[in-house]
């Protein structure tokens, strides 16, 4: 029943955050401020570390068979072969049907298992389709789902399509971990990232990403910046925590210290973790272990010394 | 996830110093004039300090009367042959200085840095590129000054200018008064701020390096007495003051009669306001440089929140956060984004008027902070309920100390924002392009940033309504004050 | 023709678009008639009537000023015969309307003249538009008795400035007979306020009132015997608020005058999306 006979109901307060917009002149501004931040020596080392730990390596490629997912499992459990201290990264992310290779391969070492669904990257199949794909992906024993929103729908306002999906597609999740690919590049601006942002916390996700990878552009710093804002507007709001996923165009150990600076100073501390901080890359390791290595040696290195999976 | 990875306990930056060695401090300065440097007359001095150490950086020459004499004679022996000079050569010097200021960047920023205190990203971002877009601006003024002023076709220099600048910005200052007295072909007779003139002292070595005609611009430096001097010289046509309202009114006193021209750049009270539909992150962005930027040393600083009552918990909640993170600390370390405070008589002005706010009844609010011992620091502050009578709401605190009112309506927003003497800055925050406008019309100051702040630039115009001083500087604007312009109409021959 | 009498004229001020006499109750015989002294306090009603009248005339269309000031030179035409009795003659008056419409072409000119669009070095929209400064005191030149006031009001006027003016002690007269004029040609009550009288009393109150926003001294200065220090106390006393002095010929149009009374507003707007 409407609270006003013959009226319809205004959301006098809203029970999420505003959705408010974002100004993108200020929004790079402060991006590039925070990038600025010069980060040594220690604090470096803290920084390249935390990469590794919260680095879903990834491989999603239309050639990938299991011999490839194999070796990069390896890797991703023992990253440096020349050094045991180096830690496991986060997860190995992969296409739904190198699951099982992965999960053979991973189980155990505390890596886990991350696989793109509902008709990634595009999103055009329709709904049935893909909560059957994310069914069949838990099933296979995936830990965590790193689905794409429909940007069909919600460039054609029909956020209802979108915010139900998500919320299909987390019903079905289970325990597995649910990831919401907002491909940013073709949402047209960051007002549209952040309300794509908040619809899908709104729907239930655990982490929300960037990008697939397969769009003309993929992460920046300023987008990150502007979903890392929303995040922090829903914690003001409900005290939930969601987790932040960057992905795609990150390729080198600077960049990533850059992300891992603005997560810092923009979320904190607690969100230093892979529970609820992820940099997604296929290239990013090898850079980052380089680094690791210039800095406990005072060398410059060579790839040769770093092994390609 | 099942298990729980705990974030690290502290991510503590390591220190990320920009490096002393590219500048060398002389143990003593003399006076820079007619192309050379000379003992001050009476060979008085005085130590010009860090104040993040308090170490002693050099001993500073006090110019006195007999010096200013012979600056500004120098500088009268030089306009004639400078105010000849094809424009097109005189061009080629702003230029050639523009490009040495771009060559020396890294030597002016931790100069700058090192002198007054400022945090090395922002002399090495803002300060440094601007100074040499200045001269980079003007130099291209030098020989199209008849197509500035339309019906007013023989511009002419006025002489010799007597400049005064200000220590929260000794080196943009500078350029902000030298270029364009350059370009319209006036010789300069240059003041330098008592607690930091190490920049202008080098901008010396850079004019040798330009091969700048001995006399064009003399640098005299000094304390207040040394600036009395120079505005009393009668041989002085023009000057331009950059300070505070209080020296500003004295020094219109001092030329009452005289017939010298006169700009003033004064202080300041800017009302940074945000309304209930703007990007609040990025309003708090705008809040945050428009009073922690050069630790709010600065003229235009957003030093009066003005926010809308819906918003006001949300927003400052957000701003408190924000301040937080800030970094304050050595000047020179690359990530510290609050450097120190100019000078222990600064310090102790800004902390007599925050007393003030907390005698007043205002509450205040500082992030939890380590300050260094040695040296002039001060945390960043935020008062909220403060009230439009409050003297932390009228007088300029010039510190990074900010006061938060609310208002109801934006005719509220406008009254409480013009409720000052002063007219230099103000801030508008809102999605909605109409309110801006509308704003802007109504709020009486001369600049008014729209979603943004503390933004600077060579083409545009920058100066005060009010008791905020009077005279445009950058842009086209900014060479009126060093022009004589006589009108082709009825009576134009007299202006 | 039978003998009449003529109706003589009380000369008054023009405070607030009305013809009150002096608070003082003062008059001084000039040029033939009583004359209004004006005190110190009819500054600062006139003063207060200009402050009240300005937010009005600044946000008036320029479109509009330039129809109200070209509405003052017709009238004063219309009137042409009461005027030229009061000062030099009918050339005086012929310059004295024609200078006003000068003026009067100026108000929708001025933003494009003198303000603009700056090309900043980053994304952001920044322009420059030139707005009245506010309430303007003048010390009219003591001569031309009409060409000299309307020289350093009507640029004041076309800005968007409000006014209050201390008409020439000499010659008075034209300086009502224009308030006159004034006051039937839709300028807004209180955007001209003239007194009459003194200077040398008035315009110390004028110089020193902080609710004064610029001061125009041409008349201290080129007063016939003037006195250079009476003008330089006006300066002086101006620093009070940082007033802006101004001064100008007596027989002037200049752009140059509407310019030294215009504040200059910057503003800039990121752009982005």
């Known amino acids: 029943m409407p609270a006003l006979p013959g009226g319809f109901e205004l959301p006098a307060s809203l029970r999420l955050t505003r959705v408010g917009s974002v100004d993108a002149v200020a929004l790079e501004a402060r991006a590039a401020d925070l990038a600025g931040r010069s980060i040594k020596k220690e604090s470096k080392l803290l920084a390249l570390d935390l990469a590794i730990r919260c680095m879903d390596l990834t491989t999603l490629e239309g050639a990938d068979t299991p011999g490839k997912v194999t070796a990069l499992c390896t890797k991703a459990i023992r990253p440096d072969a020349q050094d045991a201290s180096v830690p496991s ?36 199949s329709p709904t049935a389709i893909k909560v059957r794909e994310v069914e069949e992906v838990v099933a296979m024993g995936a830990d965590e789902v790193d689905m794409v929103i429909d940007r069909g729908a919600f460039l054609s306002g029909r956020y209802g399509k979108v915010y139900d999906e998500i919320v299909a597609v987390k019903e079905v999740c289970g325990a597995a971990h649910l990831k919401v690919i907002l491909e940013t590049a073709e949402l047209g601006g960051y007002d549209a990232i952040r309300r794509a942002s908040l619809l899908a916390m709104a729907a239930g996700a655990d982490f929300i990403k960037t990008s697939t990878g397969k769009a003309a552009a993929s992460a920046t710093l300023p987008i990150q910046l502007c979903m890392l804002e929303a995040i922090r507007d829903v914690h003001d709001a409900t005290g939930r925590r969601v987790g932040m996923k960057a992905a795609g165009g990150i390729r080198t150990a600077k960049q990533a210290v850059q992300y891992l600076v603005q997560v810092h100073e923009t979320l904190g501390l607690a969100w230093l973790t892979p529970d609820l901080y992820r940099l997604g890359a296929s290239s990013l390791l090898n850079d980052v272990l380089m680094q690791l290595h210039t800095q406990r040696t005072g060398r410059y290195q060579s790839l040769d010394y770093f092994t390609n999976d | 996830m099942t298990d729980i990875v705990p974030a690290p306990a502290a991510w503590e930056y390591a220190p990320a110093p920009e490096s002393r060695a590219v500048v060398t401090i002389a143990p003593a300065y003399g006076l820079y004039i007619g192309g050379e440097w000379v003992e001050p007359a009476a060979g008085e001095r005085f130590a010009t300090i860090s104040p993040a150490s308090e170490e002693q950086l050099a001993e500073i020459a006090q110019g006195g009367e007999e010096d200013v004499d012979r600056a500004v004679r120098a500088a009268r022996a030089a306009f004639p042959g400078w105010a000849a000079l094809p424009g097109a050569e005189r061009a080629k010097y702003l230029f050639r200085i523009a490009r040495l200021l771009q060559e020396r960047a890294r030597e002016f920023a931790v100069l700058e840095s090192l002198d007054g205190g400022k945090p090395i990203k922002e002399s090495r971002d803002v300060d440094v590129p601007l100074a040499a877009a200045h ?71 850079v004019l040798r390096q330009a091969g700048l005609p001995a006399g064009v611009v003399n640098v005299v430096t000094g304390d207040g007495r040394t600036g009395a001097a120079l505005v009393a010289h009668p041989g002085v046509d023009k000057i331009a003051f950059t300070g505070s309202t209080e020296v500003g009114k004295s020094i219109q006193r001092a030329v009452a009669g005289s017939g010298k021209r006169l700009t003033l750049e004064l202080g300041g009270k800017g009302a940074n306001i945000v309304f209930d539909d703007a990007a609040l992150d990025q309003a708090v962005e705008g809040i945050v440089t428009g009073i922690t930027f050069n630790q709010g040393h600065v003229c235009c600083a957003g030093s009066r929140l003005l926010v809308q009552e819906s918003v006001a918990e949300q927003l400052i909640a957000k701003l408190r956060r924000r301040m937080e993170k800030l970094r304050v600390g050595d000047p020179l370390d690359k990530n510290t984004d609050i450097g120190a405070i100019n000078s222990a008589e600064q310090l102790a002005r800004i902390e007599e008027l925050v007393q003030s706010g907390r005698d007043e009844g205002a509450t205040i609010w500082q992030p939890a902070c380590r300050l260094p011992e040695k040296g002039f620091w001060y945390p960043p502050t935020v008062f909220t309920e403060v009230a439009q009578s ?106 | 023709m039978t003998d009449r009498l003529p109706v003589m004229k009380t000369y008054k001020l023009f405070i607030g678009g009305a013809f009150p006499r002096s608070e003082s109750g003062r008059v001084v015989e000039v040029e033939g008639a009583n004359v209004a002294l004006a005190s110190r306090k009819d500054v600062r009603d006139a003063v207060k009537a200009a402050r009240g009248a300005f937010p009005g005339w600044a946000k008036a269309t320029a479109y509009n000023r330039g129809q109200v000031l070209y509405r003052l030179a017709e009238l ?179 752009l140059a005058d509407v310019e030294q009374l215009l504040e200059l507003k910057t503003v800039w707007h990121p752009i982005g999306v």
């Open chain 2, 135 to 205: 001269f980079f601006y003007y130099a291209g003024w030098a020989d199209k000054l008849e197509y500035a002023f339309p019906g007013r076709p023989q511009p002419r220099p006025l002489g010799v200018a007597g400049q005064i600048i200000p220590w929260n910005f000794p080196l943009l200052m500078l350029a902000w008064k030298v270029a364009p007295a350059l370009a319209t072909g006036n010789t300069v007779v240059l003041k330098p701020a008592e607690s930091t003139p190490l920049t202008a002292l080098l901008f010396c070595d």
């Open chain 3, 76 to 254: 004063m035409e219309a009137r042409a015969g009461d005027l030229a009795a009061t000062c030099s003659g009918p050339d005086e008056v012929a310059r004295a309307v024609d200078r006003v419409v000068w003026y009067a072409g100026w108000t929708d000119k001025l933003a494009q003249v003198v303000g603009g669009a700056n090309p900043v070095a980053g994304p952001y929209f920044d322009f420059t538009v030139p707005e009245p400064t506010g309430v303007v005191g003048i010390v009219a030149p003591a001569e031309p008795a009409l060409l000299g006031l309307i020289s350093r009001l009507a640029p004041a006027l076309a800005g968007g400035n409000v006014v209050v003016a201390l008409a020439s002690q000499l010659h008075p007269l034209a300086a009502v007979e224009l308030a006159e004029c004034i006051a039937t040609a839709d300028v807004p009550a209180g955007v001209v306020n003239i007194l009459t009288g003194d200077p040398a009393e008035t315009a110390p109150w004028l110089a020193s009132h902080m609710d004064v926003n610029a001061i125009d001294i041409s008349g201290a200065v080129a007063a016939p015997g003037g006195d250079p220090a009476f003008a330089t106390a006006l300066e002086r006393a101006a620093a009070d608020n940082v007033k802006r002095v101004v001064r100008g010929p007596a027989d002037g149009q200049r």
């Open chain 2, 390 to 495: 409050h003297r932390i709401a009228q007088e300029e605190i010039f510190g990074p100390v900010l006061s938060v009112l609310t208002f109801r309506t934006p005719d509220e927003a406008v009254e409480k924002a013009n409720n000052t003497p002063y007219g230099l800055s103000a801030g508008v925050w809102t999605e909605k392009g109409s309110r801006i406008l509308w704003m802007a019309q109504r709020l009486r100051a001369g600049v008014v940033w729209a979603n943004t702040y503390n933004r600077f630039d060579p083409t545009s115009p920058f100066g005060g309504y009010k008791e905020s001083g009077y005279g445009r500087e950058g842009g086209r604007h900014g060479l009126a004050a060093y022009l004589s312009l006589e009108e082709a109409g009825v009576g134009g021959g007299e202006a």
């Open chain 1, 89 to 124: 990264c986060a997860a190995v992310c992969v296409y739904p049907n190198l699951v099982p290779t992965a999960v053979a391969r991973l189980r155990g070492s505390g890596v886990k298992v991350a696989s793109v669904a509902t008709a990634f990257p595009s999103g055009q």
